[in-house]
């Protein structure tokens, strides 16, 4: 050990990291339901703060589930041959052109750490899901943040800021959390302005949920432009959180370099296993969406009652306008065992967010909020 | 669309990648069995390729996953508080020095992408576990090779390499895929010299097959240095690879940073359920560890009365000379059904790997090798 270092143990320099990492913002995720139970000592508490299925996933999922069950000690497939293959299948494009991952926040890392030169900038909504600022980040590339217009995505300024370091912009659609959504037209005369070595990365996680034709859908034309890498996940329609899984659509090219940099087994084998179940019942997706608008129709019903405004959604989530701090209104929901987000991070102080839940999980959070406000 | 633009899309110039980016080599897996037997139109292969446990894993891991099984619907705890807290039980440290990874690879990266900054380096044996390089690379930092001496790692020319430049030293105790290891004099002798701001990553993939008290284990007195960021998994002895779990154990600062730049929900939720049974399953992971060292014998005796060099093993593998192109020997195996590892991407041209199977599945693999050389 050399004269330097005993300095450095003396004024117990920590390891180093960049100013990048240093600056970025704590994800704050919904609590899971054991550790608000844990840590406030109530039961039968409600969560609505993650955007989940209220009504589980479909049975199919269990059964594939137990048919691996016995040969979990093998590596999974790398490549999710047979997931792939049914999403190439259901998507009209080939198995070359999808990436699945570990939910598909990992397919925004992919595709920051492959994209990104240090300092060269990666375009997204202010605010959006925090994800795509910290996965930026990491990747030692620069977030250029672009401020909604009347909660949606602002085209305009977004194209203002699109300069020679750009190397893609990230849209959400529909729009977490406002719930707003983009038209068709409006992402065409958008994309048409964005120069040809950008990527669109279109994060349609909601997307299931959308009834409106005229609502952009990155999957019904796909690979018409190689620009575009469409986001999807199982996490919210299909109901398979607690499996991380998601995929990206995307040109050969820029599948084969995400392939290239990805973890070799990123993606366990009971997630491809429950995935290939889960798109296969059609039905069960089909009756937790309707299931879902008709709670969401619910829950507006009675926030129109009571004279409470709430933000547009085309999704199975809602902004709700407390029209006080919304850290308190979180707080005082917590204590009565009903758990949302408040949307104080995402720079709408007097927010909460709340997704619909089971009819009766719905009514308690309604009787809950009455008590708060 | 701008002039230069127009150009760029006649050339076709792609989406642009950094030099790092593109200098990064393909990791090769082990082929899952599913794909070989697709592949060569075979049936009832052998894998011995991707050193899992021919034992299959605990039956409390069947129970605990089947507990879950109707709650996936829920985001996973995004701390895996219960598996956290039985590991730091069973090492003595606090949960706080504890982070939880999809598969230990995910630690690696965070660890690179944390404490690399641009150009930065991280020494590594050459060869080693590929990704290793790869996260290193992707973090835009630099490997930098030492190589190995005598199949073992070569402690003094690591030390002759480290400078002002360097954050990490990866270090694999048992040595993938020599078997080599290094005793707890050896380490320390090292480590004393390492400056204090550089972390020394102990990947202990293999420790539990290690039965000699003289190899260096560095959780028998954890968190004396906090420089030491040890790597453990549950995909080896444990036999859980198909869930995609590992972890590593640091000083608290390190793992606070780790969990600030991790995706929220890295670890799905029955990889965590099937961790803490598996912990808990003392008498699965000896038998396991057993009947595997049982079986290593019984091929060491087989090569030995064949004459096939092989390098010492303290794991569940063995590295064997076959005297020819080990990937003609790969190819002939594959042909014969069994699945095994060409060393030839490490750099050893004349070597394969090879794991202990079950009785049945080493007996095939000793017949096939008898066949092909």
Redesign the interface.
């Known amino acids: 050990?050399?004269f330097l270092?005993k300095i450095?143990?003396i004024f117990q320099?920590?390891?180093?990291?960049?100013e990048q990492?240093e600056s970025?913002k704590?994800?704050e995720?919904?609590k899971?339901?054991?550790?608000l139970e844990?840590e406030y000592g109530i039961k039968e508490s409600v969560?609505l703060a993650?955007n989940?299925?209220?009504?589980?996933?479909s049975a199919k999922?269990?059964d594939a589930?137990?048919e691996?069950?016995?040969?979990?000690?093998?590596?999974?497939?790398?490549?999710g041959?047979n997931l792939t293959q049914s999403l190439a299948k259901k998507y009209k494009v080939k198995s070359e052109n999808i990436v699945i991952g570990?939910?598909s926040?990992?397919i925004i890392?992919l595709l920051a750490?492959?994209?990104l030169?240090?300092g060269e900038e990666a375009l997204m909504p202010l605010p959006s899901f925090l994800?795509y600022e910290?996965c930026v980040q990491?990747a030692?590339g620069t977030p250029v943040m672009v401020p909604l217009k009347n909660y949606k995505i602002d085209f305009d300024k977004t194209l203002e800021k699109v300069n020679k370091k750009t190397?893609m912009i990230f849209l959400t659609n529909p729009f977490n959390p406002t719930g707003s959504v983009f038209t068709t037209p409006e992402f065409l005369k958008f994309a048409?302005?964005v120069?040809?070595?950008v990527?669109i990365i279109v994060d349609e996680a909601y997307i299931e949920f959308v009834k409106d034709d005229s609502v952009f859908n990155s999957l019904e034309n796909p690979l018409t432009d190689n620009?575009i890498v469409t986001l999807r996940t199982f996490?919210k329609a299909y109901?398979?959180?607690?499996?991380?899984l998601g995929y990206g659509v995307m040109d050969r090219?820029?599948a084969q370099?995400l392939h290239?940099?990805r973890?070799?087994?990123?993606?366990?084998?009971?997630?491809q296993a429950?995935g290939l179940a889960a798109l296969n019942d059609i039905e069960f997706l089909n009756k937790s969406v309707d299931f879902i608008l008709e709670q969401m129709s619910f829950i507006k019903t009675e926030l129109d009652k009571m004279g409470i405004a709430y933000h547009p959604t085309h999704s199975n989530f809602l902004m709700i306008n407390v029209e006080k701090e919304a850290t308190q209104v979180f707080n005082d929901l917590l204590k009565l065992g009903v758990i949302i987000k408040s949307m104080r991070s995402y720079g709408f102080n007097n927010w909460v967010r709340v997704n619909a839940g089971t009819k009766k999980e719905n009514e308690t959070f309604i009787k809950a909020l009455k008590k708060v406000l």
């Open positions: 050990m050399n270092n450095w143990s320099v920590k390891f180093k990291t960049s990492i970025i704590a994800y995720p919904g899971p339901i054991s550790e844990r969560k993650s989940e299925n209220p009504l589980g996933h999922v269990i589930v137990k691996h069950l016995y040969t979990m000690n093998r590596y999974p497939d790398p490549r041959h570990n939910g926040d990992e890392a750490n492959a994209f030169g240090t994800m910290i990491i030692k190397r048409q302005k120069p040809d070595n990527l620009r996490s109901g398979l959180a607690g499996f991380r090219e820029v370099i290239k940099i973890p070799p087994f990123n993606v366990n084998s009971l997630a429950a």
